[in-house]
Nanobody, 129 residues
Framework: VQLQACGGGLVQAGGSLRLSCAAS????????MGWFRQAPGKEREFVAA????????YYTDSVKGRFTISRDNAKNTVYLQMNSLKPEDTAVYYC???????????????????????WGQGTLVTVSS
């Protein structure tokens, strides 16, 4: 699968951005999807994930209540709505697709980075204070 992320940019603290990730090459609706981010000098970290049916979502603690992950299977697209942005949200954001269709373990436990087999190119989000 190929993933194309977009929507990053420069925003002031407290502002909002919506990231989009368009998928092609596989049956998008069969796969769990996730967003990760990597800040300068730091390791890549999990941000949010959503199950193939959109019935289950996960968020890292630092974004709960501010970010919302969603998907439109008819458009083969996953979104990350980011509100109340903080300077510490500055990072390159990557979307990722599960390496296995209908991975049921996703329904019971937060996915691991290793579960994701396809990655987008990343989109830069910069939050100024």
């Amino acid at each position: 699968v190929q993933l194309q992320a977009c929507g990053g940019g420069l925003v002031q603290a407290g502002g909002s951005l919506r990231l989009s990730c368009a998928a092609s090459g596989r049956t998008f609706s069969s796969y769990n999807m996730g967003w990760f981010r990597q800040a300068p000098g730091k390791e890549r970290e999990f941000v949010a994930a959503i199950s193939w049916s959109a019935g289950t979502t996960y968020y890292t603690d630092s974004v709960k209540g501010r970010f919302t992950i969603s998907r439109d299977n008819a458009k083969n697209t996953v979104y990350l709505q980011m509100n109340s942005l903080k300077p510490e949200d500055t990072a390159v954001y990557y979307c990722a697709a599960d390496g296995r269709p209908y991975r049921r373990s996703f329904l019971y436990t937060q996915p691991r980075s290793a579960d994701f087999g396809s990655w987008g190119q990343g989109t830069l989000v910069t939050v100024s204070s």
